[in-house]
C-alpha cells in the first residue's frame, strides 16, 4: 500500500509517498482503508518538530515516520476478538497516540473507533476529532461559557478554532476571534462579532475577556493575566513551550489575585468525546469549514498549505477507495 513516511524534521519536503506493507490486524484491531485525514495543528508540529514538545516521542528523528491521526474510512478485516465492528462498516477516530493515517490503510485497536455519524461524509468526519474535543473542552467542558460573555478564541482560523467560535456564539457569547486578517470575513461569517489581527494587534489589552481560549499562545502569563477579567478563566491547549510553561507553573499564582482561572487545558483523546458538537454538526447548528482536500499523492501539498498561514478551517487529504 502507499503511505507517507517523513524520517527527519523539516519543511513538508521531507514526505516521501512510499510503498510499504499493508498491516495486519492483531486480535483487538481492525484494519481500516482510509477514506480522508484531516490535517491538524499536531501533524505540523510533528512534521517541523516544533515547538519542542514535538520532539517528546524522538529528540533527533520522528519516532513514527507516518503522521496522521483523525481519520475516516471503511473497515476490510478485524481481529479474532472484535466484536464491535465487521469488514463494510464506516468508521472514524482520532489515533495521535499511535499516527500513521497518511496512507492507504491503517490499524488500530477496535475500541478507537466509532461508527461514522449518520449523514456525516468522511472528509466531515475526519475534521471532528482532534478539533471538535478541544473546542468542546475549552468552550463548553471548562470554558462553561454563558449568555451574554465575553469570550476571545486566539488561533480562531484553525481547525479547533472554527469550531469554538460558533460554539461560544451557540452559547449565547459575543465572541472576538484572533488570526491572520484575511480569514476576517470567515470569522465574521461563523458568528465573530470582532476580529482582530494576532500580527497587528495586542488581544491582551483588547478585553479584558470572561474566557480566553488560546489555540497559538507565544504571551508571557503576566500579559495574558490582563487580557482576563476578574472571575474569568484562560485556557491554552497549544503554543510555545516557554509560554505554556509559565502558564502552568505561575498560572495558579498569578491568576490568584485577580480571581482569575489561568490554566493549561488538558483534551482527552477519542471520538468518544465528541457527542454533543457531532449532535450540533448532524442539527446544521454548527459547520465544518473545510479548506481544501488534497489527494494522498499531494500530503505534502495539503501540509504545505496548512503551514502557509493561507487556509481557514481544515485541509484534509483523501484516499480513492479504488
Ligand atoms: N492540549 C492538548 O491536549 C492538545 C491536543 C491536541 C492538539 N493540541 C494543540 O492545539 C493547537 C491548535 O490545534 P488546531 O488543530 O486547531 O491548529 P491549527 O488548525 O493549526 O490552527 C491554529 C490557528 O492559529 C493561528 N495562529 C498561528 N499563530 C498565531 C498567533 N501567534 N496568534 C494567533 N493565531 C495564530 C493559525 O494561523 P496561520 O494558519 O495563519 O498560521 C491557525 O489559524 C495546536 O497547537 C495543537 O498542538 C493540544
Known sequence: MKAVEYTEYGSPDVLRVVDVDRPEPGPDEVLVAVRAVSVNGSDWEGLTGRPAYARLGGLRRPRRRVLGSDVAGTVVAVGADVTTFAPGDDVYADLLDRLGCFAEHVCAPARSFAPLPDGMSFVEASAVPQAGVIALRGVVDRGRVRPGQRVLVNGAGG????????????????????????????????????????????????????????????????????????GGTYLVVGGAVRSLLQVLVLGPLVGLAGRKRLRVLAVPLGVRHVGPLVDLLQAGAVRTVVDRTFPLEQTAEALRRHGSGRSVGKVVVTVDPT
Do not use: M
Request: with cysteine.
Open 159 to 230: 481547525g479547533a478554532g472554527t469550531y469554538a467560535v460558533q460554539l461560544a456564539v451557540l452559547a449565547g457569547a459575543a465572541v472576538t476571534a484572533v488570526d491572520t486578517a484575511h480569514k476576517a470575513d470567515h470569522l465574521r461569517s461563523l458568528g465573530a462579532v470582532r476580529v482582530l489581527d494576532h500580527r497587528v494587534d495586542d488581544w491582551t489589552r483588547t478585553g479584558p475577556y470572561d474566557l480566553v481560549l488560546d489555540l497559538a499562545c507565544y504571551r508571557s502569563v503576566g500579559a495574558i493575566a490582563r487580557g482576563v477579567a476578574p
